[in-house]
């Protein structure tokens, strides 16, 4: 995936599943395709007000803000930990401009125990920086060409945003400027409104929807950017079992990302590589690439 060989085709998103620490006594790590961890920044981030979380018919609503510790405290109290397993780490790299995007990079480059990037400039839930990158094909050409000269010793995946009018577009510019790889997508700029109280349920006036909702809309986003690129693409949006990702698998996703069902269960992504084994047994699929990109054209 990327440069990368995985176990398994599920990995654990980031922004849902910490630094991956926080569910070791709960999920055994080394049972996972790949783990992302949550938004690294230049600097700490304290993230937006709360409620941060709240749910909504078939998925949630998150405006969380990328809080991190930053990624020199990740580096030094985080990844000797995350070392001690064998599941490849990917470190989820946000920035407010584009030096922040190649410093953060760059300190990742002088440490050891990460896989590769997977680089945010997609974040519908912060002010600045996110999202005016991933909705211009210039920029996002820009900030990958940067990081990709950053992250010599490592693959580079870049995480798009479903919110743009093309995005095909988006991932072809990005795989001509040094991408390995692209996650689609991120979660699609949402609110949710308390009718007695006339706010917003969460502490930011909008977040991000995620979960089951905008699972049919970015499985046609992943079939969009599997026909414009090359690379290899990990589909992310609603999976709750294994069907979920055979789905993605067969519109042209390599690999997934679960992230929304994590909350209403931790032990999700090893529940959901387990039973996709168990389910590929069944319907007599023995390899998963046997089931990449196979949807039937003539299909309703």
């Known amino acids: 995936m990327g440069a990368l060989r995985l176990r398994n085709p599920v990995i654990a998103a980031s922004g849902t599943f910490g630094y991956g620490l926080e ?24 993230g937006a007000p709360g409620p941060r979380l709240c749910e ?4 949630m609503l998150n405006a969380v803000g990328l809080q991190n510790i930053g990624v020199r405290a990740f580096v030094r109290e985080k990844l000797p930990t995350l070392r001690k397993y064998a599941t490849p780490v990917v470190a989820n790299v946000f920035g407010y401009s584009i030096e ?8 990742l480059e002088d440490a050891e125990g990460l896989a590769a990037y997977e680089l945010n400039i997609s974040c519908p839930n912060v002010k600045r920086g996110g999202m005016q990158f991933g909705s211009d094909a210039a920029l996002a050409a820009e900030v ?17 945003s479903p919110l743009v009018a093309d995005i095909g577009a988006i991932g072809h510019a990005v795989e001509a400027s040094g991408a390995d790889a692209l996650t689609v997508a991120n979660t699609y700029p949402a609110m949710s409104v308390d009718c007695r109280t ?6 930011s006036l909008t977040g991000g929807l995620s979960g089951p909702a905008i699972r049919p809309m970015t499985l046609r986003q992943v079939l969009i950017v599997r026909k414009a690129v090359g690379i290899p693409v990990i589909g992310l949006g609603g999976i709750e079992g294994p069907e979920d990702v055979i789905e993605y698998l067969v519109v042209g996703a390599t690999a997934v990302q679960v992230g929304t069902a994590s909350f209403a269960d931790p032990t999700a992504t090893e529940r959901i590589a387990g039973g996709l084994a168990s ?3 069944r319907i007599n699929v023995f390899r998963i ?12």
């Open 23 to 46: 569910f070791s006594s709960l999920v055994d790590l080394d049972r996972l395709g790949g783990l992302v961890v949550k938004g690294l920044s230049r600097e700490p981030m304290e």
């Open 198 to 203: 006339r706010r917003s349920r969460i502490g």
């Open 144 to 160: 990958t060409a940067v990081a990709r000269r950053a992250a010599a010793r490592r693959p580079l995946w870049v995480k798009l």
């Open 289 to 300: 690439k046997e089931l990449i990109g196979t949807i039937a054209e003539n299909s309703a």
């Open 279 to 281: 389910l590929c047994s």
């Open 56 to 59: 909504t018919p078939s998925g």
């Open 100 to 107: 922040d995007y190649a410093e953060v990079i760059r300190v």
